[in-house]
């Protein structure tokens, strides 16, 4: 057992720590969940894209560098270290990009990931719909069948960075009727500005179009955007879920630098009496780093050939649950200051508040924590 | 990197888990409580053999260590069985003798080393309190550490106390104070004796026991909360309300849920302890093990009901040490506070 890195893994990381150095820019581009930021977040993908610093750990042939997990952390860590912006790409990066790596065919890997890793097409995720939302498999959207492709029909909601992106994936009813709600489920790849697409953006809880509803009226989508075998759909986008719940979307670099950050306050601001303060400071610290050791014992099992399982249930409710913790701490920390909407803080709390709900509600992954994990027996939700 | 425990560190949690889960452990536990040690001394010899005790011990005492991971691994299991005695205490002392060892006193180390790493001297510590030795926490209770006490003098062959500068042999102790855990006998070792070793180097190594009693008490803690989830969920699949197993109500599984999401964030701090023994790491691994262990006792207790809140029913051989290992070593204001002031981000190495 050991947590050191190689002679190589260290090169690595002095050589992203160098770059990021040199590229970070000293005043950070505006919220991404504004068009004016949504477009200044391109210009900074495709900054990251030209030294290959976009998407590390893919294959080279797509823009990546072929990191292996330990060094995606490691990236990870110098990135969110080093203030860099939020990525406007995530979803199609963590999302799409390892279904396509999983289910998909050459020609599609070879269409839609470079445009992904420059930032050029940005991909926004369809999953829910106003009545299908921890319960995704009663979902009701259609794709009918029609000549050369399938026409998709319905209503889809709560959908990521779709209010400024360029396309979506998600999950059509493509065969109605079967006894199973899972069964007949196709996974399709969708242009948001294709005839009979209307997106209406959403102001989440601070007004900014963070998400949108998408109307779905008879909108043709090619055969060759279908990902897997049609009817398929749900064992495909399992996979993604995975990756959503578990390490790819959440990379502990990003709590242990908001962690560090929260520390720094509690030096400069902190009243040394309150003690009670300063007991959440210290465990939002210790949390960030459990967090990382967790992730690190987690990629050693899957450097080993593990699977992800139902162990990202456990990441989820513990990283969603953590970044509410850090951001709440540093707020009461800033004291009346600390409803300032345009400080990083408030903003990065306003994002936090929705981790608990999206990607699996908490509720739903402790359903999964006890049943798969610990045994227990099914029962009414 | 590799940040998981190996085949023969697993084999070795495995084989330990075995024997003390066919050992009767819990009848040991209940006649260490009643001041009988014989059961429990018989259960300390045959961890001896397995070379428990050695790991804390280095090589040239008799040992196999220091070898903080595979020690970790062991307490582990003896906190899952509720193993009674000195535990921590022998392996904090030994810590000390080879801290001072170390600094260039090996004469105590040489006299009692030995018979502390082969389980025929139990040892005890009593350390001067947290202020002195965390000047930074600046909240300690005088009496948080130890509450004056030294666990088990009654049973233990040697009984350490580190006062100031000096390093004293006890020669006895004080009366035995009953604990809310019953199995753990609080005496205080009596004042004097013969001095084993003076200076400040006595102070540094009373500083290394320090780390290695709250990476002990971690593990430990960290084993008692996996046995009292196993426990539950054991009993809560079993026991039927309503017509259901009452581990069907989401009520009760999302409160198991969260025990088991506390302990296996609490598992990889104490690992990443072991392998660095830095105080704010081991600070932080103690107070998360000892924090989820005592949450997880609280589920257990409330799952089981009525009969969780009786002493003749063994789940509370676990809830009571859950208890008193929170507060022992360091309570978790002092361990917070030893955390927050020299944990990082790690991902960045400080310059």
Sequence with gaps: MDLDLSPADEAFRAEARAWLDEHVPAVPPPSLETAEGFAAHRVWEAELAADRWSVVSWPAEYGGRDADLVRWLVFEEEYHAAGA???VGQNGVSLLAPTLFEHGTAEQRARVLPSMATGEVVWAQAWSEPEAGSDLASLRSRAVRTDGGWLLRGHKTWSSRAAFADRAFGLFRSEPGLEKPHRGLTYLMFD????????????????????????????FVPDEDVIGEPGQGWRVAMSTAGNERGLTLRSPGRFLAAADRLAALWRDRGDPSDTALRERVADAVIGARAYQLFTYAHASRLLEGEGIGSESSLNKVFWSELDLALHETALDLLGAGGESA?????????????????????????DIIAERLLGLPKGRR | MRFLLDTEQRAFAASLDAMLGSADTPAAVRAWAGGDHVPGRALWSRLAEAGVFALAVPEAYEGLGPLPVDLAVAFVELGRHAVPGPVVETVAAAALLGGLSALGEPGPAERLLPDLASGKSPATLLLPDPAESSPRSGTADPAALSGGHALDADAAAVSLVVDGDGLWLAAGHGPVRASLDPARR???????????????????????????????????????????????????GRRTQFGVPVASFQAVKHRLADALIALEFARPLLFGAALSMAPADVAAAKVTACEAAYGTARTALQLHGAIGYTAEYDLSLWFTKARALRSAWGTPAVCRAEALAGLSGGGRPRS
């Design chain 2, 186 to 236: 609080l005496a205080r070792p009596d004042s004097g004796g013969e001095l084993l070793a003076a200076g400040p180097g006595v102070a540094r190594a009373a500083l290394r026991a320090l780390a290695w009693a709250r990476l002990a008490t971690a593990a430990q803690a960290l084993g008692v909360g996996l046995a009292l989830l196993g426990r539950t969920v054991e009993y809560a």
């Design chain 1, 85 to 87: 912006p939020g990525r």
């Design chain 1, 342 to 366: 345009d400080g990083a803080w408030c903003e990065g709390y306003v994002f936090a508040l929705a981790g608990p709900v999206y990607a699996g509600t908490n509720e739903i992954q402790r």
């Design chain 1, 192 to 219: 948001l500005r294709a005839p009979g697409v209307t997106v209406r953006p959403i102001g989440r809880l601070d007004g900014r179009p963070a998400f949108a509803e998408l109307f779905l009226d008879d909108v």
